[in-house]
C-alpha cells in the first residue's frame, strides 16, 4: 500500500494545485451568497474527485490491470498514455498562455458565480473535479494505480480517502480560512486570486509536464 500512497502523492499535489478551482472556490468566498456557494463548491469538488476515482478503481480491477503478467502490462500501457496525454495537455497549456503585456482573462462561467446557490456551486465544482480533462487525466493515473495493486477492499478506502484529502485540499483551506477569520481572509484571498488568473498556464503548463514524464517513466518500467 505504501508504494500506492507514493505513486498517488504527485497526482493529487497536480489537482490541488490546478489553479482554476482555487480561483473559483475564492470566488464562491468573495459573492454574495458566500456560505452556502463556498460550502457547495467545496462538497461538490471531493465529490467529484471520490465518484471518478472509485469508478476508475473498479474498471481497473474488473479488467483485470491488477496483478502480474498482461494485467500488469496493461496497466503499463495505460500510464504511458496518459503520461502522453499529459504532456500534450502541458502544451496546449502553454500555446494558450496570454501574449506579453495581454491581460490574462479568466473563464466567462467565473462571472456566474456570483449568483450561484449552493446546488449550482456543488454542480459547478463536480464538473471540474471529475469531467475536466486537466484533473480528469490525474484521477485516471491514480485509480489505475490503485486499482491495478491487489489492495483489500480496506486499503482502497485508505488510499481513495488519502488521494482525496490531498486534491481536495487547497479548496477546503480557504473555505476554512473564511470561515474562522472573514474579513482578514478576504483581503488575502484577492490577492491570490489576481496570481493565480495571472500564472494559471506557467502553473498547469510545469506540474502537467512533470506529471506527464513521470507517468511514461512508470509505463515504461511496467512493460
Known amino acids: ?18 489553479p482554476i478551482p482555487i480561483v473559483a472556490v475564492i470566488l464562491t468566498l468573495l459573492a454574495p451568497r458566500a456560505g452556502g456557494a463556498s460550502l457547495g463548491f467545496l462538497l461538490g469538488w471531493l465529490a467529484g474527485i471520490v465518484v471518478v476515482s472509485v469508478v476508475v478503481v473498479m474498471i481497473a480491477s474488473a479488467i483485470g490491470l491488477s496483478g502480474h503478467g498482461s494485467g500488469s502490462t496493461a496497466g503499463a500501457i495505460v ?12 502544451g496546449r497549456q502553454w ?39 486537466k484533473n480528469l487525466a490525474m484521477i ?7 486499482g491495478s495493486a491487489d489492495l483489500a477492499i480496506g486499503q482502497i478506502v485508505v488510499v481513495v480517502a488519502i488521494f482525496t484529502v490531498l486534491a481536495g485540499c487547497t479548496v477546503a483551506l480557504p473555505v476554512l480560512a473564511y470561515a474562522v477569520a472573514r474579513e482578514r481572509a478576504r483581503g488575502a484571498l484577492t490577492e491570490l486570486r489576481t496570481w493565480l488568473v495571472a500564472h494559471n498556464a506557467a502553473v498547469m503548463t510545469a506540474v502537467l509536464g512533470l506529471i506527464g514524464v513521470v507517468l511514461i517513466g512508470k509505463g515504461i518500467a511496467g512493460l
Request: aromatic letters at 2%; hydrophobic letters at 55%.
Open 1 to 18: 500500500m505504501r508504494e500506492v500512497i507514493g505513486d498517488i502523492l504527485p497526482l493529487a499535489l497536480t489537482v490541488a494545485i490546478s
Open 95 to 133: 500555446r494558450s498562455r496570454p501574449r506579453p503585456g495581454a491581460e490574462p482573462k479568466a473563464p466567462k462561467w467565473m462571472a456566474a458565480i456570483d449568483t450561484m446557490t449552493l446546488p449550482k456551486a456543488a454542480g459547478l465544482a463536480f464538473l471540474l473535479s471529475g469531467v475536466n480533462p
Open 79 to 90: 500510464k504511458l498514455v496518459l503520461g502522453a496525454g499529459a504532456v500534450l495537455l502541458a
Open 140 to 146: 485516471l493515473a491514480a485509480g489505475v494505480s490503485i
